[in-house]
């Protein structure tokens, strides 16, 4: 790319401001916590910034998301609250080739729904059970640099399938919990021109976002969805018809 990769971290910024099992391991926000761990992984390659919820347009206006090659999004207890109008800004700006990297609960975010075109929702027990996190794809770039044949989270939410999702493009991971569930939970797809990341692994109460292995996730799912080649216009605009012949 021309210019380093360009990030945009958005979080409703909900919880860690009311609970405080939620703040104790992201006193900044989830939000500042991954955009932290972006930097570190890519150093000088990227640029992140941060957006949320209560900033004007969600932070996520016409020239912030111009601005942006790929956008992490994680959400929870505000998916309602978010503007149906940067939907359908976020919406065209990935058929035009943004990435889009959905986290943990924002499956069931506006804009997830919207480019799955399902529900998109599963089985959950949040207990804090073991998670054990196979890599079924070792040869995806998701998993650039993650060594063995999984790896595993102490504590974790219960995500379970049936998940109600189109078939993916990719499965790269797969979960186990102790409870004998298991979840596709590393996902990727594409709509338009634009790469999309689904990864699960993330739950608010628990220091996910500080494991070094969620944090090599994220940042190779960002190098992955990065836009590539000339730009896509979904937007229905008029093509003139082509010359007569000579």
Known sequence: MP???????????????????????????????IADALIRQLGERANVRTATL???????????????????????AGHDRVADAVVDRVQQRVLEGMGLVVLHSGHASKIFRRLMGTGCMLRW???????????????????????????????SEMYGEPFDIPQPDDLVLVSWFAGGEI??????????????VYLSPGHET?????????????????????????????????IPEPLSPL
């Open 54 to 76: 209560d900033e004007p347009e969600h932070g996520l206006t016409a020239a912030a998301l111009a601005a942006t090659d790929v956008l992490f999004w994680w959400g929870h």
């Open 183 to 196: 979840f596709r939970s590393g996902c990727t797809f594409r709509r338009g021109k634009g790469k999309i």
């Open 206 to 238: 628990f220091p996910i976002y500080h494991d070094a292995n969620v944090q090599r996730l994220l940042a190779n799912a960002a190098r992955w969805s990065a836009p590539t080649g000339s730009t896509y216009h979904g937007d229905g605009r008029h």
């Open 3 to 33: 210019h380093p990769l360009r990030v945009t971290g958005w979080n409703e910024f909900i919880h860690e401001k009311s609970k405080p099992e939620v703040a104790r391991h992201y006193p900044a926000g989830l939000h500042r916590t």
């Open 125 to 155: 027990r949040d207990v804090g059970e073991h998670e054990r996190i196979w890599i079924i794809n070792p040869a995806h770039p998701l998993v650039d640099g993650l060594s063995g044949e999984c790896f595993e989270l102490p504590q």
